[in-house]
């Protein structure tokens, strides 16, 4: 998993897609699985509220930006 678009990369982007902050645990990230984890029950919970249950994009939106960090991750070996 050292470089963007590996197949190592791929995998956690996929898995981040599924549950936010996943692929970030695969590649040993902690802190980032995280705070993207957070990131996604605070903003989906808000987004929630906001539409009255009707449109909860904010989960999805969260996912989407936490698939694109893991696929980019390079490692600092």
Do not use: K
Not at 8 to 21: D, H, K, R, T, W
Not at 31 to 59: C, I
Request: aromatic letters at 14%; one cysteine or more; glycine letters at 14%.
């Amino acid at each position: 998993m050292s470089s963007p678009g590996s197949g190592g990369n791929v995998i956690a982007a996929l898995c981040s897609l599924f549950i936010p902050g996943l692929g970030q645990l695969v590649q040993g990230r902690v802190l980032w699985a995280l705070f993207w984890f957070g990131m996604a029950v605070l903003v989906g919970g808000l987004t929630w509220l906001l539409t009255l249950g009707f449109a909860p994009f904010g989960w999805f939106l969260i996912s989407i930006c936490a698939c694109i960090h893991a696929a980019v991750y390079r490692s600092r070996d």
